[in-house]
């Protein structure tokens, strides 16, 4: 059996060193079970983007046991730690799409990753993706011909298409009108519940709390607060 | 909700093992092919990316021609001396400025089977008074034994009768003009006096040889004639033995046979060997090989930096979009891997009308200038790989600015 997606234990991690050194993060203990949605929250400069980048192992961990999908990150290297962030799928604030590519060819660059896929089966799934976020018309289109919303639509098929173990999101509605903005989010929850992939996603926006199984606030580097309803995971429904 | 049940993955995504990354030449066809895309989109920089590098490989192509047609240009004089083998002095660095040979070794040369006829050969500066405006120049003279026929020149038959007699020299027609309308003036009046050295000589006929880095225009005169104008002279001593073969004797056996019997002070070499040997003093003992290097350099370095500029403003200015790919994974070579497919795609896009306009412009250059310029494939061989060369160095140049492409910053 293998063990939750995200498994945080004692995590310290600090900016800067000697009289210049910072805590942003003390002594945090997190999971997320398989097809959990975990929304972070809390103010500017709690260091809920730091515990993000730690568990997408854009950063190197310092102290504390942090394990994702089952690969210890504690003394990973830096290897280690881009072949797992194959394994995830990352949604920004804003798309990051490649202007130079169509909606499908943006879609696919997360499947040319593996080996084991033929370029006619990249496009293939890539173009099923699509359809599954409601964007079956505008596959062969630019990003520059796309609304923020859909621009936003092709980055949640970016992360899902290659169907990863975990999603970490970093305000995806921050760009977004309240409309499209709670669209791309429930599109995310059903779309990742449906495969039962876990969620962590750090907001502010307190218009998209409701697509959480359990919110866990932070401040000051800790976490100070975890919803009542969210105690033990949902299953995917 | 349908569509979605239905893209339910056969493998549990927890479970899902990681992916295992394209071998390295399919990954390397996938960075080109995203190279090319990203270039493709941005058709004005595609463009003046192109021509910079177009315009780097237009001026090695000149340099590197210039220098090949100088050189060409600089055994003109040697070129144009046909006979089978020759004997120098191998303390002889350049024909301008030769090392004299005993005339006995000349004369030895016919004891080796295979040698119909030796003849020694003279070769001097001297000075030459324009016919016209009185100014002096430098002169090569030649002199040899006309009758023996073992040395020939272009255009030297019509004039051998005349040659024999005394005081009399041939003008080569393809001197500088700074000689003065010489060939015109034969035509007009026929033979006439000219001043070579202090002793006047009549010009009776032309022949074609071309002026040479060594010499702006050459007389050539015979045996005896030569003599006179150059006075002071131990006629024991030649400046060069030229030898012709008997018919169907080997011309490498009776170059090993003439070796074998002469002493160290002579070197036996063929006219090819003869023209290497004088290329190979304007190559390496004056500075006109390097001046044409640095000048290919400098277009190279041109080239280079405009190549860094497009590729680094493509990196800055889709930073974001270089973060988000690491942070999905990809590795940092691998995108070092897509912007020197950049610079491959480029030094490729700019080598092909390079080449083409190179080959228009020998042609024009050529006719304009009358040096033997034109498009070798060895010259453009050279001139890819130049190329290539320069792009990727401004392709590692630029992947430095990936670093600045940090994906925990795009929180």
């Known amino acids: 059996m293998i063990g939750d997606p995200v498994e945080l234990d004692g995590v310290t991690y ?24 975990v929304i972070l929250t809390g103010p500017s400069g709690s260091g809920k983007t730091t515990l993000l980048t730690l568990v997408g192992a854009l950063r190197a961990a310092q102290q504390g046991s942090l394990r994702v999908l089952g690969q210890e990150l504690a003394g990973a290297k830096e290897a280690a730690r881009v072949a797992l962030r194959r394994r995830i799928g990352f949604i920004f604030q804003s798309h990051n799409l490649l202007g130079f590519l169509t909606a499908r060819q943006n879609v696919a660059m997360a499947l040319e990753l593996d080996g084991d896929t033929a370029e006619a089966e990249r496009l293939e799934r890539a173009g099923e993706m699509l359809r599954a976020v409601g964007l079956a018309d505008q596959t062969g289109k630019m990003p520059s011909q796309l609304s923020g919303g859909q621009r936003q639509r092709v980055a949640v098929a970016r992360a899902l298409v290659n169907a990863p173990g975990l999603i970490l999101a970093d305000e995806p509605t921050a760009a977004l009108d309240r409309a499209s903005g709670g669209e791309v989010v429930r599109l995310l929850r059903d779309l990742a519940r449906s495969r039962g992939t876990a969620i962590l996603l750090v907001t502010h926006d307190p218009r998209i709390l409701d697509v959480a199984d359990r919110i866990v606030t932070m401040e000051d580097g800790r976490v100070v607060a975890g919803s009542a309803e969210g105690e033990a995971p949902a299953p995917a429904r | 909700m349908n569509a979605l049940t239905e893209l339910r993955p056969a493998v549990t995504p927890a479970t899902r093992a990681a992916p295992s990354p394209p071998g390295l030449a399919a990954s390397t ?69 030769p090392e004299p040979i005993p005339r006995a070794r000349v004369s030895q040369a016919l004891a080796v089977d295979g040698v119909a006829a030796a003849a020694p050969v003279y070769l001097a500066q001297s000075s030459f008074r324009n016919p016209a405006t009185g100014t002096r120049r430098t002169i090569q003279l030649i002199g040899f034994d006309v009758e023996a026929g073992v040395l020939d020149l272009p255009g030297l038959a019509p004039v051998r009768e005349a040659l024999k007699q005394p005081d009399t020299f041939a003008f080569d027609a393809r001197s500088r003009p700074e000689f003065g309308p010489v060939t015109a003036m034969l035509a007009e009046r026929g033979p006439f006096p000219v001043q070579i050295g202090n002793r006047d000589l009549r010009v009776v ?18 045996e005896v004639n030569f003599r006179r104008v150059v006075s002071g002279r131990r006629a024991a001593l030649v400046d060069l033995g030229a030898i012709r073969l008997a018919p169907g004797a080997d011309l490498l056996t009776t170059q090993a046979a003439l070796r074998a019997i002469m002493p160290p002070d002579v070197g036996v070499m063929t006219q090819a060997e003869l023209r290497a040997h004088e290329r190979r003093y304007w190559e390496e003992a004056t500075p006109i090989g390097f001046i044409f290097s640095f000048g290919s350099l400098m277009g190279l370095v041109v080239g280079m930096v405009i190549v860094y500029q497009v590729l680094f403003s493509d990196i800055a200015s889709h930073l974001k979009e270089y973060a988000t790919l690491k942070a999905m994974g990809y590795s940092n070579g691998h995108l070092s891997r897509v912007v020197l497919g950049a610079a491959g795609i480029l030094a490729l896009l700019g080598f092909v009308p390079g080449t083409i306009v190179s080959s228009i412009l020998y042609g024009v250059v050529a006719d304009a200038t009358f040096l033997p310029l034109n498009m070798t494939a060895e010259r453009a061989a050279w001139v890819l790989l130049l190329i290539f060369g320069m792009c990727a160095a401004a392709g590692l140049l630029a992947t430095r600015k990936l670093r600045d492409a940090n994906p925990a910053d795009m929180f």
């Open chain 1, 14 to 37: 600090a900016y800067g060193d000697g009289t210049l050194r910072r805590e942003v993060l003390r002594d945090v203990s997190l999971r997320v079970a398989p097809g959990e949605i």
């Open chain 2, 205 to 222: 006929g032309t022949v074609e040889l071309g002026s040479s880095f060594g010499a702006d225009g050459n007389a050539v005169l015979s």
């Open chain 2, 29 to 97: 066809r996938l960075a080109v092919r995203l190279a090319w895309r990203q270039l493709r989109s941005e058709k004005a920089r595609l463009a003046s990316a192109t021509a910079g590098v177009m315009f780097a490989c237009l001026l090695v192509f000149m340099q590197l021609g210039f220098r090949a047609a100088l050189f060409e240009s600089a055994t003109t004089l040697i070129g144009a001396m046909k006979a089978d083998l020759f004997l120098m002095s191998p303390m002889t660095l350049a024909s301008f400025r």
